[in-house]
C-alpha cells in the first residue's frame, strides 16, 4: 500500500511541473511567431522625415510671416484706425519723440515724521542728548535732489498737507 501512496504522489507531483513546462513553451512559440512576422518588415523612417521637413516648413513659414508683419504697413483694425508700421520706423519715432520730452524734474523726498509724544512720556530731547552730527528737531533740513537744488524739507512741528495722488511730481512752495 506504501508504494501505491508513493506513486500519487509523485504523479501529482510532476503534474504542475509538466504544466508549467507547457505554458513556458507557449510562451516560446508565441515570442517566436511575433519575431518571425515584424523581424523582417523593413523599418519605415519615411514618417519621422516626412514629419520632420512639416516642422522646418511650418518654422519657415512663420518666421517669414513675423519678418513680413515686422517691415511692412498694414492694417491692424481699419474700422478703428489702427495701422501696422514696420519696426524700424516705430523705433525711429519712438526716439524723436523721447528726445522732444523735458525730463521732468525730481520732486522732494518726503521725510516720515516722529509720532507725537504723549503727555507720560518725556520728550525726546529731554531724555537724552542727540549725538553730535545729528539734526537738531526744530531745524529745516536739505533734502539731496538729483538737479543740484537743496529744497528744505518742513519742520516736524508742522503737519504736511497730504499730496494729491498723481503721477506728476509734487511740487514745493
Avoid at 123 to 141: D, K
Amino acid at each position: 500500500m506504501a508504494d501505491t501512496e508513493s506513486l500519487r504522489q509523485v504523479a501529482h507531483s510532476r503534474a504542475p511541473l509538466s504544466t508549467w513546462f507547457g505554458i513556458v513553451l507557449l510562451f516560446a512559440l508565441f515570442g517566436i511567431i511575433v519575431l518571425a512576422v515584424i523581424g523582417p518588415a523593413p523599418r519605415e523612417s519615411d514618417y519621422e522625415e516626412t514629419r520632420a521637413k512639416k516642422r522646418v516648413d511650418n518654422l519657415k513659414t512663420s518666421r517669414e510671416e513675423a519678418a513680413k508683419a515686422l517691415t511692412a504697413y498694414g492694417w491692424i483694425d481699419k474700422n478703428k484706425g489702427v495701422a501696422r508700421i514696420p519696426i524700424e520706423r516705430a523705433m525711429k519715432l519712438t526716439v524723436t519723440e523721447l528726445a522732444r520730452q523735458k525730463p521732468a524734474p525730481a520732486g522732494p523726498i518726503a521725510t516720515p515724521q516722529p509720532p507725537a509724544p504723549a503727555a507720560a512720556s518725556p520728550s525726546p530731547a529731554q531724555a537724552s542728548p542727540a549725538p553730535a552730527g545729528a539734526p537738531q528737531p526744530g531745524a529745516a533740513q536739505p533734502a539731496a535732489s538729483p538737479s543740484g537744488q537743496a529744497p528744505a524739507s518742513p519742520s516736524p512741528r508742522t503737519t504736511p498737507s497730504p499730496a494729491p495722488p498723481s503721477p506728476a511730481p509734487a511740487k514745493t512752495p
